[in-house]
């Protein structure tokens, strides 16, 4: 059975893309923790940072620079956080970094607990794809 990244890789299932090459996929999470949290995928499926290769970690590595530089210049955040999650904390088994956007002026801390807070993932999107 294939996950739900595997699904969106295939175009089966739709999404939020900010970015996409040969070897990674971003887009917005549907669920997010603050405006802008996006999600990178490796376009192959693995497990988590013990089944990844060196090549596709450089690749996602490589890739967040680019989408940090696009929250930080489209959405003005303050900062990001990366996160990747392995065993029992990785909801979803295919390797997956969050970049999640800070805002000072937001309080951002708040936005976990105060989900109203936060656009929703297509309001995101278009500001971000915006020329």
């Known amino acids: 059975m294939e ?3 595997c699904k969106i890789i295939k175009g089966e299932i739709p999404c939020f893309k900010l970015y996409e090459d040969d070897k990674v996929l971003a887009f917005l999470d549907i669920n997010p923790d603050s405006d802008g949290h996006t999600l990178l995928i490796p376009k192959n499926h693995f497990k ?3 089944d990844i290769d ?3 970690l450089l690749s996602i590595n490589n890739v967040s620079r680019k989408i940090k530089k696009m929250l930080e210049e489209k959405l003005n955040c303050d ?3 990366l ?3 392995n065993g ?3 909801e979803i088994k295919h390797y997956h970094m969050h970049i999640k956007p800070f805002y000072n002026n937001k309080k951002s801390i708040e936005l ?3 989900k109203e807070y936060i ?3 297509k309001d995101v999107y278009e500001i971000l794809k915006e020329n």
């Open 83 to 85: 996160i990747q999650n």
């Open 79 to 81: 900062g990001v956080t």
């Open 3 to 5: 996950c739900i990244f």
């Open 48 to 50: 988590d940072l013990d």
């Open 119 to 121: 656009k929703d993932p």
């Open 112 to 114: 976990i607990k105060y």
């Open 54 to 56: 060196n090549e596709t």
């Open 88 to 90: 029992d904390v990785q």
